[in-house]
């Protein structure tokens, strides 16, 4: 079987278990045959690292962190996303854009979702992309509080899980519930990413 490069974001709030399910569903589809590459955001680049550090910190502007973002998004669709797309991988990467659009429109009221959409006009939007639903005071239990960043808490979460749902409708991305085992979310997971594979 050709394989056709596909390109597949696993969104949601903190917590949901994005990192968990993009692990598992690279390990299913490597056992199917396909050669996958797994990524995340903020990425391992040198913009990456300081994101990492600037989401602890309360005194840097909300601002900061959408333009801090796209930078390493940019940097990160380029160099390694676009790059292993064209040499035919299934590419999932755990967080993408649609963590911009949910996680810093919420930040600030100065941030618009067409604003964020323009500071990242220069990177593609991925083939799939698959929301994991799940409760805010859940997601911070899972997390907890050596791991919480400075906007998480259960009101801002809410409004984050809130525009999620409401993109994915509107943009038509599938939504999982993880209120499942994650076996049973994970099998819903590789249900929709094969169907997608072979719709292609």
């Not at 999932?92 to 649609?98: C, G, P, Q, T, V």
């Amino acid at each position: 079987m050709t394989q056709k490069p596909i390109f597949v974001a696993l969104e949601g709030i903190d917590g949901c278990g994005t990192t968990t399910h993009s692990h598992l569903l690279k390990g299913f589809l490597e056992n199917k045959g396909f050669k996958v590459f797994l990524t995340q955001e903020p990425s391992n680049s040198k913009i990456g690292v300081l994101l990492r550090e600037f989401l602890k910190n309360k005194e840097i502007p909300s601002t900061t962190d959408a333009l801090l973002f796209a930078a390493d998004r940019d940097i990160h669709y380029h160099n390694e996303i676009e790059k292993k797309l064209e040499e035919g991988f299934i590419v999932i990467s755990d967080r993408y854009l649609e963590s911009s659009i949910a996680y810093q429109s919420t930040q600030s009221e100065k941030i618009s979702v067409d604003w964020i959409k323009n500071i990242n006009k220069f990177v593609a939007f991925p083939d799939l992309t698959i929301v994991i639903d799940i409760d805010p005071e859940i997601a911070l239990i899972r997390k907890g509080d050596e791991n919480i960043e400075k906007f998480e808490n259960i009101m801002f979460l809410e409004k984050v899980r809130e525009i999620y749902i409401t993109r994915a409708k509107e943009e038509s991305y599938n939504i999982v519930s993880s209120d499942d085992i994650i076996e049973f979310v994970q099998e819903k997971i590789q249900k929709i990413v094969l169907m997608k594979i072979k719709s292609i």
